[in-house]
């Protein structure tokens, strides 16, 4: 029997990364919000490896800490090791990644929720959505609980009709054998969604004592003590190490022996799984000339044994799985305590949502998260964080926050599932970001702050603290502008130690800072530098020093698409009326409706001759209402 359980301004259903930071944006922002969730013993639970960040996704979780949200204050209150990547490489690709303490994760977040003012967390299965005139009013859980409110944020994961597969066996389930979300799927289909059917997978774990670690080589954590949150003053310097070993020619014999059995070559998994994190038996398939594959041995924990074996998803039967695992060198007498499985689920195509990830169909309904096709904790918490954002600026009237490519990693990844879609779990990388030396590790705060502070995420005294890092920056950069340093004996005999070519005349600090064997320190060693400078200033000053002639590149190309950005397309623009446009390009404007020309010449279909058109077009209409 169905009754009134209250009302509210925003529900999220789900609390997993993408819900968990929905919530709280949200409710930090002056809404009353309500999260659900199947299981509150789930809460921003981890079902496949214990870690955070890395290329690319690192750099998000520092854009999510820019804007105000959770995830990295919670990973480094939470984290057993933290590593700095590619410090060998330029500031474009490094990228920090933590591995965490998955039970403690999980506590730190859930209470973090529970303790938030304006948010109530429950627990709850949500069937159906209530819906009028197209317009989203609330949910309905199995028990008829009818929550009302004026936005609705689903952030179901992988939970929408879930099915587990280990060789032949097959059944309903959510991750981690959690309760599978089957009416709400359905319920979406009838309300003209159009769903896609994806896979994911996970390693088997391990019993920690039962590995000889002597075969393995360790995977340490950095000396230095480092933080996803620019907040962070406390840091955890006790570290747990990560070992590395390598698949054998063992190991590949017993796999290419069950192929048959393996559910992705037996036509058992209907799904489509991701691309770049491919099953064991993928790997081995398609790189069939590769003597070994990288198996890294992750703790999940301080308090417990089990270890995550990242680089041996499988969904081969159980005893394969232990035959394959003691083929390994060091895991010959492990015990395997979760067996490997692969994961179906359902997914809303993502083309059906508008830059906001309010979805086209339905007004006031948003989605985030691996609901929208991705794959990764670092995805879902930054779609989440946006929903959440402009869930409540539409509850509070403000204007909704569209994060651009140029803007952060963020900006690409709404942008790549709203304008292109994705046939495949949709996973970030560098390269998909044209203006990568933009958005690196280090800026995300001289980024995004701004935006942060507006939408109500940011305090004051973080804000002010800001801009004073901001000032010290430009303040220093102008100084070494107006610096002449002349080739006397100190400068030329440092220059000569360090192998670089000797000055000939006096030159400006900054330019002699832009030398790739010169650093600020070595400005220090001359008197030439600021003492009292904190660290994170003169990486900033290094940074934009070296590089500003690449910056300077990126900011134009910037400029040029912007313009592009810039040129509007009414919402109720007739494309049939738009002679010349290819058929393909035509059906594809319909369908997504972009709300710019930038937006439209990145579909794929939309060739440059069309975009040419349609700026033809957009310019006629412009000069007729004028």
């Known amino acids: 029997m169905e009754y009134n359980a209250g009302s509210y301004d925003v529900i999220v259903v789900g609390a997993g990364h993408a819900g968990c930071e929905a919530g709280l944006a949200a409710a930090r922002m002056g809404a009353k919000t309500l999260v659900l969730t199947l299981n509150l013993d789930m809460v921003a639970f981890m079902p496949c490896n214990p870690s955070i960040g890395g290329p690319a996704k690192g750099v998000v979780v520092r854009e999510i800490d820019a804007l105000g949200g959770e995830m990295a204050r919670n990973i480094d209150k939470t984290h057993i090791q933290m590593r700095m990547l590619n410090t060998g490489k330029g500031p474009a690709v490094r990228a920090l990644r933590a ?44 028990t008829g609980a009818m929550y009302y409110s004026k936005t609705v944020i689903i952030t179901t994961g992988t939970f929408l009709r879930g099915k587990i597969i280990i060789g032949d066996l097959a059944y309903e389930s959510g991750p981690n054998n959690q309760r599978p979300s089957v009416q709400l799927s359905n319920h979406l289909k ?25 075969k393995t080589e360790i995977q340490p954590g950095d000396d230095v003590v480092r933080a996803f949150s620019f907040e962070t003053t406390k840091f955890i310097t006790d570290q747990i190490p990560c070992w590395l070993t390598y698949t054998s020619p063992k190991t590949h014999e017993i796999i290419n022996m069950n192929l048959h059995r393996s559910p992705m070559y037996s036509g058992m998994i209907e799904g489509i ?57 060091g895991l010959e007498k492990a015990e395997m305590m979760r067996a490997g499985y692969a994961i179906e689920y359902d997914v809303v195509r993502s083309t059906q949502l508008w830059p906001t990830l309010e979805t086209k169909i339905i007004k006031n309904l948003f989605t985030a998260g691996q609901i929208n096709g991705t794959s990764g904790y670092e995805e879902a918490a930054a779609q989440g964080l946006m929903a959440g954002i402009n869930a409540a600026c539409k509850v509070l009237n403000k204007d909704s926050v569209i994060l651009e490519r140029s803007d952060a990693y963020i900006g690409v990844l709404i942008d790549d599932l709203v304008t292109k879609g994705t046939i495949d779990p949709y996973r970030l990388l560098t390269s998909r970001a044209e203006y990568r030396l933009l958005l690196r590790h280090d800026n995300a705060d001289l980024r995004l702050t701004e935006i942060g502070y507006k939408t109500g995420l940011i305090s004051e005294q973080r804000y002010q603290k800001f801009m004073n890092k901001k000032e010290q920056i430009e303040k220093e950069i102008a100084r070494l502008e107006g610096i002449i340093i002349k080739p006397n004996e100190e400068v030329q ?37 600021m003492e009292q400078l904190h660290e994170e200033i003169i990486e900033q000053v290094e940074i934009q020093i070296k590089y500003s002639g690449y910056i300077e590149k990126s900011l134009q190309q910037v400029d040029r698409m912007k313009k592009m950005e810039h040129k509007k397309i009414p919402e109720d623009i007739d494309y049939d009326a738009i002679n010349g446009i290819a058929s393909e390009a035509r059906q594809k404007l319909k369908d997504i409706r972009p709300l710019s020309v930038g937006q439209a010449s990145r579909i794929s279909g939309v060739n440059p001759a069309d975009i040419s058109i349609l700026l033809v077009y957009l310019e006629q209409g412009r000069i007729a209402r004028i």
């Open 493 to 529: 005999q440092l220059i000569q130690d360090l192998g670089g070519s000797l000055l000939k005349d006096g030159v400006r600090a900054a330019d002699l800072l832009k030398r790739p064997e010169i650093t600020y320190n070595h400005l220090l060693l001359l008197g030439f530098g």
């Open 99 to 142: 591995q965490a303490d998955k039970s403690q994760y999980q506590n730190e977040m859930k209470h973090t929720l529970e303790k938030e003012e304006n948010l109530i967390l429950r627990q709850a299965m949500v069937n159906k959505l209530i819906v009028e005139n197209d317009e989203c009013k609330g949910v309905i859980t199995e």
């Open 273 to 329: 799984g991701t691309r770049y994190c491919p099953s064991i038996e993928d790997k081995i398939v398609r790189f069939n000339d590769k003597p070994r594959h990288q198996i890294f041995l992750e703790p999940e924990g301080r308090n417990t044994e089990e270890v995550y074996i990242q680089g041996l998803s499988t969904s081969l039967p159980e005893e394969v799985q232990v035959e394959m695992i003691h083929s390994v060198p």
């Open 190 to 214: 009838e309300l003209g969604f159009s769903l896609a059917r994806f896979k994911t997978g996970t390693p088997p774990r391990i019993k920690s004592e039962t590995i000889d670690y002597s």
